[in-house]
């Protein structure tokens, strides 16, 4: 019976509570109104909603585009990516982020041409742009294109962006060297992209008492659990019975 009581008092004061978009409503369920909804909250599917709703009602507010564009690419949904930044960019042409954001996506569909296209439109307009460089390289690298891959890869290591790009740089450049029968070049670059990851913090940590795939191949919750296991020496109870 008690528990009955919590459910309906429950329920009552979901029911009851003003929702943000009950205040988008109060405001007239203009775009901004809901571009700054998505803005505000904390969940991916919610953003997107709410981002949707804002192009319903504007479809030239860019930024929507482009917010959505970027949850997309976070969920793996390169298409949706690819359609979001090419409506961003007819509407705002002059931002290399965008160009740079849209050839990841079309590299990550295998679409290596296009992908190339848009890293030269991003370098045009940012030749510092570290990370163009790198993601160009491996697109030119699964193009056959290992000289100008090398080139690239070498550009965006000396450019020194942020330590995700370097260790992506000198992986893919390990990768060329390695294509080109270079494997002691591979090597010290495949040393220097592990050095270099962020990724691998908890491997790096660990790595005496796991290996280098394994820790990869677990994801980040995956390392999480493992360091907890090492730490702790948690074990998993058998369940009992009446379970």
Request: glycine share 6%; hydrophobic share 40%; aromatic share 16%.
């Given at each position: 019976m008690k528990k009955l009581i919590f459910s309906l008092l429950a329920v009552f004061?979901?029911?009851s509570a003003p929702n943000i978009e009950n205040n988008a409503q109060a405001y007239g369920e203009s775009a901004i109104d809901y571009f700054?909804?998505?803005?505000?909250?904390?969940?991916?599917?919610?953003?997107?909603?709410?981002?949707?709703?804002?192009?319903?009602?504007?479809?030239?507010?860019?930024l929507a585009y482009?917010?959505?564009?970027?949850?997309?690419?976070?969920?793996?949904?390169?298409?949706?990516?690819?359609?979001?930044?090419?409506?961003?960019?007819?509407?705002?042409?002059?931002?290399?982020?965008?160009?740079?954001?849209?050839?990841m996506a079309y590299l990550k569909i295998g679409n290596y041409d296009k992908a190339i296209v848009n890293f030269d439109s991003a370098i045009n307009m940012a030749p510092e742009m570290s990370a163009a460089f790198s993601y160009r390289a491996e697109a030119l690298r699964l193009s056959d294109q290992l000289e100008s891959a090398l080139q690239d890869a070498t550009k965006a290591i000396a450019l020194n962006g942020d330590?995700?790009?370097?260790?992506?740089?000198?992986?893919?450049?390990?990768?060329?060297?390695?294509?080109m029968g270079a494997e002691n070049l591979?090597?010290?670059?495949?040393?220097?992209?592990?050095?270099?990851?962020?990724?691998?913090?908890?491997?790096?940590?660990?790595?005496?008492?796991?290996?280098?795939?394994?820790?990869?191949?677990?994801?980040?919750?995956?390392?999480?659990?493992?360091?907890?296991?090492?730490?702790?020496?948690?074990?998993?109870?058998?369940?009992?019975?009446?379970?």
């Open positions: 004061l979901l029911a700054n909804l998505g803005m505000q909250s904390s969940m991916a599917y919610k953003k997107i909603e709410y981002f949707t709703k804002a192009l319903e009602l504007n479809p030239r507010l860019a482009e917010k959505r564009g970027l949850f997309y690419y976070f969920q793996e949904k390169y298409d949706k990516v690819i359609e979001d930044y090419t409506r961003y960019i007819r509407l705002v042409p002059d931002k290399a982020d965008a160009y740079r954001l849209l050839g330590p995700r790009t370097i260790s992506d740089a000198y992986k893919t450049r390990g990768k060329v060297y390695q294509e591979a090597d010290a670059d495949f040393k220097k992209s592990f050095d270099m990851d962020p990724r691998l913090v908890f491997y790096k940590y660990f790595s005496s008492y796991a290996s280098l795939d394994a820790m990869r191949n677990a994801g980040l919750f995956g390392m999480i659990g493992i360091a907890f296991i090492l730490v702790f020496g948690y074990k998993i109870k058998p369940p009992k019975k009446d379970e």
